[in-house]
């Protein structure tokens, strides 16, 4: 089945950061938009953050834009997620997953999701 991997996600405190990655070894990701979705428990999944295919457009939501940036690295099959001054509301399950749409932030354009890494805030 072909999905996307995530990592790096870890227990950080208030005002730290961390980085996240989505990578797949099973096909290019170079011709496709990947966006970083997140779920906190009980909540709907949301969108994040999301880079076109050739890493020149970015796009974040509101509650992320200034303190996370989304990168790729088409070399390294690779899409990350820096995340700075994380805060108690950041705490979720992140999601990657990639999509042929333009700067979509609806779920329903992404396919190919991977199973999440968890990021926990606490101090």
């Known amino acids: 089945q072909l999905q996307l991997v995530e990592s790096g996600g870890t227990l950080v405190q208030p005002g730290e950061s961390l980085r996240l990655s989505c990578k797949t070894s099973?096909?290019?990701?170079?011709?496709?938009?990947v966006g970083w979705f997140r779920q906190a428990p009980g909540k709907e999944r949301e969108f994040v953050a999301g880079?076109?295919?050739?890493?020149?457009?970015?796009y974040y939501a509101d509650s992320v834009k200034g303190r996370f940036t989304i990168s790729r690295d088409n070399a390294k099959n690779t899409v990350y997620l820096q995340m700075n001054n994380v805060k108690y509301e950041d705490m979720a399950v992140y999601y990657c997953?990639?999509?042929?749409?333009?700067?979509?932030?609806?779920?329903?354009?992404?396919?190919?999701w991977g199973q999440g890494t968890q990021v926990t805030v606490s101090s």
């Open positions: 997953a990639r999509s042929s749409f333009y700067r979509s932030q609806s779920p329903a354009d992404y396919g190919f």
């Open positions: 099973q096909y290019t990701l170079e011709y496709y938009a």
């Open positions: 880079i076109n295919w050739d890493g020149v457009s970015t």
